[in-house]
């Protein structure tokens, strides 16, 4: 599904992200974690074309989308949520994400039909799909943390993705929130056959969803391979578990 | 073309620049750190050349007291500029960059009105000191006193700022306020007295411009408006924030308006505002510049 | 979920009917006062498109409405063109410079873009100013012709009209037109991708929007009816200078958009309004015009952030409830 080959990314004479390898089964739920500033975003970016790697390949589904414009990487099925919350706050939830159906099948070059029956079944149901339903009409800068995630999720689902992407799922939400996020996560990814890619502080989440696991520490990788493999690796509780102890 | 006539076009375009440096340095250190681009700076310029005209009046023309109005002119607008900043500009940073420069604009109609009523609409003029009513042969060019002075005065306060900028502490925190505001405050820096200081000093500078362009040219309404978009043009080509990229910025404004003409007799401003575009599409944080973030 | 009946109002069509009778208020100024707002209400809305609507601040949109007001009038003055063609060449010409010039002005941002909409606004300005010979220079292209308007004479009651009132309706017609397009054009999957730009581009690239393909689109389309305007206005105005690309005159539609209210379609139709029947009531009493507007433009930006109509949006929500 997903092959990233030893993509390596500098600011500076800073190495961010250091021949960093890592390969996504289809339907799988892999993660990625690490400490602050292992370069976890870094290689989110460098993935989703936000950042152009100095060195390594990136292919998705046999295709080669290294250094490939965001918006084409998105076409190609890949979606994306965004660490901090990253919505479009002066539109309704619904326009959020019919406006992500209207971009991703290519309808915004139309400029002469109008816009407010285009693709609302499909808006609708997926608005029930991540619980968003009763807040259709309301303005996403208006809602709280937790749900403008939920639009976030909603306008990532709007654009078919095969993988998706989340950089922080859970951020900033209470445990409550956190529960409800992951288990709606869990239940879409079954019910639309996703592949999910995610970082996360959270380890308690990370453990409990995830089926394989990539440790980066100081841009490079220490550790991959199934929950019970990383947590037995010893590196990792020195550098990275012992750490919160 | 004789060799003296072009010495003589440079010099004619080094004056231009001096002065330009004086008014568009103050338009970069105001953006520099306030982050604010300031349409009413050329406001600012012609204020100072109305009050020079004032206070000469009233100190007595053809007097060194010459000296006192452009002082006394420049610090009128640093008051003013930072009553401005204080009571209204202030209130809008939080706001879309759109607000602050409309609002800026505002102040440019505002201004410019304040002037014709105070002044009228005809022109007016300020003789040179006596001290620099003479001139001299320079290689063949017959250059006034008050022309050099002002080519000396350009570089004169620009190591003024460069010294004060790079080693004082005061220079550090402005530095710092045009690199990351957020550091400022940690600092320790009064980040509100910083942007009042620094929109004062913006203004000074415009003011003395205004005040000591009065010798060379009559003083008419619209001067403002002329001037703001060819210190944009100086600031864009050298760095937006960037010291020493305005004094390069203005160096080649000068010159290339000074021998425009003589290529392309009717496309000299052209010439500037293309510069202008083109420094835009190839660099657009100018030649001495950094990348904002 | 239904569009709100206030969408489904066809207001263009309403607003056409309400001025058809101004002409026979029966005085001269009404008409000329009402033209002007029209005309330069079109040139606003035209900028709304790239700042309320796609969320670009330009400093150059005169660029545009003196290319098409240049175009026009050259095309009608020297080459003795009829007047559709000519207004049509006004707003292609428009359209083709602002697509050169957005080509390079939307692969920058914020403050960047906003100064390289300027640089090319003065280099206009600098043409028409110079280039004597096909501009005029500094005296700019007086004398421009009203279109031949003699076919009207068939039509009752416009019939029997000054030459100046028959203009008024082509106007009106003209940009009722424009309006109705540029009303589709805001509400179609183009303009709500615009939308999305405004709110977050970072996000739209993430949802398949190739950001500066739509923000040049965007500025094509704006600087075509920025062209069609000023056309409209050289003709209306009988004479075509160098003004009209200077940058004071770029900031004019801003103010009548910030002053209707960048955040509505209409908004910037009221500001239009507004100002230019303001204009007319203090230049009658004191010559310091600008003096009052910079008052009323502080007043606004500090108070009322949200133009005539957000304010009064805003009001009638507090008033009807939250569905109003």
Redo the contacts between chains.
Sequence with gaps: MLEVEGVSKRFGGFVAVDAVSLTVAKKQIAAVIGPNGAGKSTFFNLI?G?LRPDAGRVVLEGRDITAA????I??MGM??S?QRT??????TV??NV???Y???R???????????A?Y?DET?ALLQQVGLADK??EAASALSHGNQKQVELG?AL??DPEILLLDEPTAGMSAAETRDSIKLLQHLAEKFGLTLLFTEHDMEVVFSIAEKIMVLHQGRVIAEGTPDEVQRNAEVRRIYLGERK | MEPSFLFGQFLGGLTAAMFLFLIASGLSLIFGVLRVLNFAHGSFYMLGAYLAFQFVQWVGPRTEGFWLAALGAACGIAVLGGLVERLLLRHLYGREELYQLLFTYALVLILGDVAKITWGTGQLSVSRPPSLEGSLNLLGVIVPHYNLFIILLGPTIALIFWFVLQRTSVGRIVRAAAQDREMLSSLGANVGMVYTGMFMVGSFLAGLGGALVTPTQSIVPGMDVAIIVEAFIVVVIGGLGSFWGTFLGALIFGQVLSFGILIFPRFSIFAVSALMAVILIVRPWGLLGRPLR | MTRPLINRIPWTLIVFLVLLPVPFLGSRFYTFVATDIVILSLFATSLNLLLGTTGLVTFGHAAYFSIGAYTTALLMKNLGFPFLPSWIAGGLMAAGFALVFGFFCVRLTKIYFAMLTLAFAQIVWAICFKWNDVTGGEQGLPNVPYPGLDWMEVLPLIGDLRVSDKFYYVALALVALCYAALRRITLSPFGRVLTVIRDNPERAQFIGVNVRLYELAAFMVSGAFAGLSGALFGIFNRGVFPDFAFWTKSAEPLIMTILGGMAHFWGPAVGAAALILLNQQITSYTEYWPFVLGGVLIVLLFVFPGGIVGTLTKLGRRIGGRDA
């Design positions: 989703t936000h414009p965001p918006h084409r998105c076409r979606g994306r965004f990253n919505i479009f706050p002066q539109l619904f326009e019919q406006a992500a209207i971009a991703h290519g309808r915004g070059t139309n400029f002469w039909a109008s816009s407010a285009l609302r609708t259709a009409n306008i709007a654009c």
